[in-house]
């Protein structure tokens, strides 16, 4: 399903990871289907507001969690680089969606990377 936030729609998930060798691309992509998913759930439910909007990437940000061991399992882990990106692109997210005074890091508080 495309996403019909224009920005985020044209927006590349993760490029930082994706041009960094020590990141495989297959495990990459679980972390972009998790934020594309973040992206289609933000246009089905319309938060109303940045607990709504949290409550959400909350959500998101434990998945991603759950793929650290996958990473481990392919040589490779959740470190500066990829908190960085994935930070970023969670930004960017809520940035898209009209949530500008959202704060990064209550955005990825339940984070264990």
Wanted: glycine share 2%; aromatic share 8%.
């Amino acid at each position: 399903m495309q996403l019909t936030n224009e920005t985020m729609a044209k927006h590349t998930f993760l490029k930082g990871m994706y041009q960094d060798e020590y990141f495989p691309d297959a495990v990459v992509k679980m972390c972009e289907d998790v934020l594309v998913n973040l992206c289609h759930e933000i246009e089905q439910q319309k938060p109303s507001d940045l607990d709504a909007l949290y409550a959400l990437t909350h959500k998101a940000t434990e998945q991603i969690n759950e793929l650290e061991e996958v990473f481990e399992e392919n040589g490779s882990e959740i470190e500066t680089v990829a908190r960085e990106t994935i930070a970023d692109d969670f930004v960017r997210i809520a940035d898209a969606y009209g949530f500008t005074d959202a704060d990064i890091e209550e955005l990825i508080a339940p984070r264990e990377w």
